[in-house]
């Protein structure tokens, strides 16, 4: 068994001398027996103790309890006490200063030694954990610094991002307006050419031929500007929902007079619409882009004199909207990248396109909360169905 450096705080003389007596035998040291818990006190501020054996009835100003709970937080030691009674108020008084262990008088050396290893296992396997939860929370405050650091870094890489993001937006924004303005330009000296070429030119038919070249790149050039500009928008959520009331039939009109003067193809295009009201509420901006890239589409990839049909009807508060030809179609495997910014399906072949109009087409039917769908086969023509709620 260990040899401990004990003191003994204890009132009573023979009590104390036989508890001595008791731990001597047992090869302890006794460092020392107070009466008082001040005494007791002042012999631990002299010598070093590793265990103490307390009685709970002292006499003068400190009582047991009192005087452990100082040792408690002045010295890192185990404490035993001793107690006459068990009744339960003592108990819970000792309970409250976690005491190692305590023996209740008269005790018999058995049980004292008992007790007194109890205590200093007890008091080893607490320090243990003490170490353990210390270097726990080390080892937490470790990793929450570590955390806090890598939360900094990536809060400044995304800052970062969304700064050259900002930059590359307002590049694309500027130069496409920069192009805007030559192009407007281009185009209406081509248009000039045309109409000088029909007064007296020899060479009218190239002239015309050329200019309506020009002037057919141009718009071309300006449709991709305006994409690109539109997803510049979008990027950087600038869309806005602007709705305002419009005529129903110039609204659609105008779009097939746009549409009909691109058919190239002498494609047949027919409409019919059910249930219109006279005015509408929306964004003309948005509904343009639909019915404007779809029956674009619908008139592009048909063959030469197909047919293309264009029908709304309204239903409930619902605009369903079918652009129906009977084109080149998608083919089946590339259809889930249809609405993808870029995407040109493999069987185009020479007809001229950005791969833009259909995104832009899905990110309006988004922001207006409607829907679309699409049905199509390689060889035998495209469905597009749009659904928009309208006021
Ligand atoms: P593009 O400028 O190439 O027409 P879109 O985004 O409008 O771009 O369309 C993407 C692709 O979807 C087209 O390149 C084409 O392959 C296919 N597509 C769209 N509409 C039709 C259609 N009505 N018939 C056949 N293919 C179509």
Redesign the pocket.
């Known amino acids: 068994m260990l040899a401990l450096k004990i003191l003994i705080v204890e009132d009573d003389n023979v009590s104390a001398l036989l508890l001595k007596k008791a731990l001597e035998k047992n090869h302890h040291e006794i460092i020392g027996v107070a009466a008082t818990g001040e005494e007791a006190l002042e012999i631990m501020d002299e010598k070093v103790a590793e265990l103490v054996m307390m009685d709970i009835n002292l006499g003068g100003e400190l009582d047991g309890i009192k005087t452990t709970e100082i040792i408690n937080e002045k010295f890192d030691i185990p404490v035993v006490y001793l107690t006459a009674s068990s009744d339960e108020e003592t108990l819970h008084k000792i309970a409250g200063t976690n005491p190692s262990a305590y023996v209740i008088k008269p005790f018999n050396i058995r049980e004292l030694n008992m007790m007194i290893e109890l205590a200093i296992f007890k008091d080893k396997k607490e320090k243990e954990l003490q170490k353990l939860n210390n270097e726990l929370e080390e080892k937490v405050k470790k990793r929450t610094a570590d955390l806090n650091e890598a939360n900094k870094e990536l809060k400044k890489a995304l800052e970062k991002e969304r700064e050259i993001g900002e930059l590359k937006s307002k590049i694309v924004q500027n130069v496409s307006h920069g192009f805007k303005t030559p192009l407007t330009s281009i185009l209406s000296s081509a248009q000039l050419l045309q109409i000088y070429a029909e007064r007296d030119q020899p060479q009218k038919a190239k002239l015309i031929k050329h200019s309506r070249k020009i002037e057919n790149s141009v718009r071309n050039l300006n449709n991709l500007l305006t994409s690109v500009l539109f997803f510049g928008k979008a990027d950087a959520n600038k869309i806005d929902y602007r709705p305002s009331r419009f005529f129903t039939a110039a609204f659609f009109n105008e779009i097939l007079d746009v549409v009909k003067a691109n058919n190239e193809n002498g494609v047949e295009i027919t409409t019919s619409f059910t249930n219109l009201p006279k005015t509408l509420k929306s964004d003309t901006d948005m509904l343009y882009q639909i019915y404007e890239?779809?029956l674009s589409?619908?008139v592009?990839?048909?063959k030469r004199k197909g047919n293309v049909h264009f029908s709304v009807e309204v239903k409930d508060g619902i605009m369903i909207s079918i652009?129906k030809?009977d084109?080149?179609?998608?083919p089946e495997k590339?259809q889930s990248q249809?609405f993808d910014r870029f995407?040109?399906?493999k069987?185009?072949g020479i007809?001229?396109?950005?791969?833009?109009?259909?995104?832009?087409?899905k990110k309006c039917v988004e922001v207006l909360k409607g829907d679309i769908a699409v049905q199509?086969k390689a060889g035998a023509?495209?469905t597009?169905t749009v659904t928009i709620p309208i006021d």
Do not use: Q
Not at 327 to 330: K, S, V
Not at 351 to 361: P, Q
């Open positions: 890239n779809l589409n619908a592009k990839y048909s652009i030809d084109g080149i179609g998608i590339e249809l995407f040109r399906a069987n185009v007809t001229e396109g950005s791969g833009l109009g259909l995104s832009i087409v199509s023509g495209s597009f």
